[in-house]
């Protein structure tokens, strides 16, 4: 009886054993999840490893089952991969999960879920390269900033090329916690490429912006040109772009997802950006309006679509170099959203929305806060500037409750000046109510004259007084 259980009990260890899987590549394994190599018709049968050669300039990429995410391990076999070998795993659309480069040591990679990269249970694509040839989304942008058992960069999209140029080499992939796979369903084709710039054009102004999507932690968002006189005429701007932060962020973003792009006229397009919960739909209009001046009108709308509350800081920024040069400007904050920057010709950066706070300083200081990896927010200095380096920003900070949307717009003018004063239904602070804000503001500002006072100035009659106060109490309320 004791032989008999002895028996059964090898031949269940043998069967064990047997069902273990040691993948081969079959011919040429592709590098996209379309040509990749299945492991196997089941998701039940653990596969141990998957051994292959590359050729020159060579990704292999195969379909595996990972149950338990805890469990999983994929590493490099120094005796049996004689390359610098960086391991990639991605989703069954081709998202990039984890990736990792030397972590094991001795050139070899390592990927666990050490860092909760992997979501859940399913089929994905783990894929071989050698160093440094890397994997690049549908915007040709690196799906990892990391490597480190590092997971994918937020927001980018699936897998669809690798650069880097590299030698052949044999490998073998050792696993623990995976089983074989077939391959999935083909993920979803790139989208058309949407622009990268857009320049308008109106009589003899011309105004670009460059890197209007995919620069979204990185300095170079609205790199740009603005001329109010054609042909050799001097480029009065360098930079004019949109950041944010959201209650849930640990840092400002500069908006970079771009989802839609019009261009209906020469003087006008309009672009839709989709940024933690939030929708940006900006209309940029340039119109040239006489001999060496031109106005952009850029009209801001954010919509809320999650179904909570979204606190959220809204900043633009500005690098004008008048007479295309950078040392000489001169700058200041004329009143609350209006800035000047002048050398012979003047700039005018303008927002009927009272700003939470500006900042102006010379080049780089003020881009800088907004492209660190920390949270800040502008102080409310640096006014007279000059000579120098000019830059300035806005900051706005609103909460916008789930499903509501707010308009604000932005002036950049070439030698023309934006009006002093706009009358207004009382609304002072502009953030959609005439309330006891906006009473206060008024009464502080009581007496005061000039044709610089603001939105304090209901009626733009030069003079703060009870005229101003009856505006805001005639209105009185949201919606008004």
């Excluded at 004791?2 to 993948?23: E, N, P």
């Excluded at 391990?73 to 610098?84: G, I, L, P």
């Excluded at 309006?289 to 179904?307: F, H, K, P």
């Amino acid at each position: 009886m004791r032989l008999l259980w002895s028996f059964l009990a090898l031949t269940a260890l043998t069967t064990i054993a047997l069902a273990q899987v040691d993948w081969s590549e079959q011919g040429g394994a592709g590098d996209l999840p379309e040509t990749a190599q299945a492991t196997g018709t089941d998701t039940d049968t653990p596969l141990s490893s998957i051994s292959g050669a590359l050729d020159e300039n060579d990704v292999d990429m195969f379909a595996i089952y990972i149950a338990d995410p805890s469990a999983f391990q994929a590493e490099t076999n120094t005796s049996t991969t004689d390359f610098d070998s960086q391991l990639w795993l991605f989703d069954a659309n081709g998202n990039g999960i984890v990736h990792d480069d030397d972590s094991a040591g001795s050139l070899r990679s390592r990927i666990t879920n050490a860092n909760n990269c992997i979501p859940g249970p399913g089929i994905y694509y783990i894929a071989i390269s050698r160093w440094n040839r890397d994997a690049n989304d549908c915007d040709g942008n690196a799906i990892w900033a990391g490597t480190a058992n590092a997971c994918a960069v937020a927001g980018r999209s699936r897998v669809a090329s690798w650069t880097g140029s590299t030698s052949a080499g044999t490998y073998q992939i050792v696993l623990q916690g995976a089983f074989t796979a077939p391959l999935g369903a083909d993920p979803a084709d790139c989208p058309p490429a949407l622009p990268r710039e857009f320049t308008l054009t109106d009589g003899d102004a011309t105004f670009t912006l460059r890197g209007i999507r995919g620069e979204r932690t990185t300095s170079a968002g609205g790199l740009g040109d603005y001329k109010s006189l054609g042909g050799t005429a001097p480029d009065h701007m360098f930079q004019n772009w949109w950041w944010y932060r959201t209650d849930s962020d640990t840092r400002e973003f500069a908006l970079s997802n771009l989802t839609a792009f019009d261009q209906p006229q020469a003087n006008t397009v309009s672009l839709t950006y989709e940024e933690s919960g939030l929708r940006y739909e900006i209309t940029y209009t340039l119109t040239d309006v006489g001999d060496n001046q031109a106005v952009v009108v850029a009209q801001l709308t954010i919509t809320n679509g999650t179904s909570t509350p979204i606190e959220l800081n809204l900043f633009n920024y500005s690098d004008f170099d008048m007479e295309a040069s950078s040392g000489s400007d001169r700058g200041e904050l004329v009143r609350p959203g209006y800035m000047r920057v002048f050398e012979t010709n003047t700039a005018h950066i303008a927002t009927p929305q009272t700003p939470f706070a500006w900042q102006i300083g010379a080049y780089p200081d003020v881009r800088d806060l907004l492209t660190d990896t920390d949270i800040d927010d502008l102080n409310n200095s640096g006014s007279p500037f000059g000579p120098g380096d000019f830059t300035g920003a806005f900051q706005w900070r609103f909460t916008l409750l789930d499903g509501e949307s707010r308009s604000m717009a932005l002036a950049l003018t070439l030698n023309v000046e934006p009006p002093s004063c706009q009358q207004h239904n009382g609304d002072v602070d502009n953030n959609g109510c005439a309330d006891d804000a906006d009473l206060l503001l008024v009464l502080f500002a009581f007496g005061q004259t000039g044709d610089n006072l603001g939105r304090v100035d209901v009626n733009c009659d030069q003079v703060v007084d009870d005229a101003d106060l009856l505006v805001v109490l005639f209105n009185f309320g949201c919606g008004s």
